[in-house]
Each structure stands twice: as structure tokens, then as C-alpha cells.
């Protein structure tokens, strides 16, 4: 049983780094088309006014990987508890059923994060 609960979790593991690539992947596409939208007003906004756009990309870019950051984080938390959760070996719970610990709590956060 240890071992399986193991097993799961280093696929969780394995899920999650995927995750974490397709959310930085997203960012990095994210970045592109900012800085493309912002290159296509390059010769429609007055000079003066050039600061403020480069202000508003910047601006919008670090929200962006902020995002990132955070939902990268999130996944670690999750597969943290998971990992916590496979490594215990915690008892049937009184009605005999199994505790899923951590693993009930990550699926939970994937969803709320993926869907």
C-alpha cells in the first residue's frame, strides 16, 4: 500500500511539473503578445506618450509573471502535502476507510487551478 500511495505520488509529482511548464509556457506566450500588441501602436502613439505605454507593458508583463509565479507556487504547496501525505503512514480512519490525506487536498487544488 505504501509503496502504490508512493508511486502516486511521484506521478502527481510528474503531473504537476507538467503543469508548471504549460503555466510558464503560457506567461512566455503572454509576454509575446503584449510586447507584440504594444510594437503594432509604436507608430500610432505621439512621443511624449511612448513612457506611458512602455509604463502600462511593463507593467502588465510583471502582472503576468506574477501569475505565474504564484500558481507555480500553489502547485508546489500542493505537491508538498502530498508528498508529506504519501511519506506518513497514516491509519484507516474509523470507519475503515482509507485516509487520502494530502492527495484529496492536491486533486482538489489541480482542479480549482486547471479548470
Request: no cysteine; aromatic share 4%.
Amino acid at each position: 500500500m505504501a509503496t502504490e500511495v508512493n508511486t502516486n505520488a511521484t506521478k502527481i509529482e510528474q503531473i504537476a511539473d507538467t503543469g508548471k511548464t504549460h503555466v510558464t509556457t503560457a506567461g512566455k506566450d503572454a509576454d509575446t503578445k503584449i510586447d507584440e500588441t504594444a510594437k503594432g501602436f509604436d507608430d500610432k502613439v505621439p512621443e511624449g506618450a511612448k513612457s506611458t505605454v512602455t509604463k502600462g507593458v511593463d507593467s502588465a508583463k510583471e502582472g503576468v509573471d506574477g501569475g505565474v509565479k504564484a500558481t507555480n507556487e500553489e502547485v508546489d504547496k500542493a505537491v508538498k502535502n502530498v508528498s508529506g501525505g504519501a511519506d506518513s503512514k497514516k491509519p484507516a480512519t474509523a470507519t475503515g476507510e482509507k485516509s487520502e490525506g494530502g492527495f484529496a487536498k492536491f486533486k482538489a487544488k489541480l482542479k480549482k487551478m486547471f479548470n
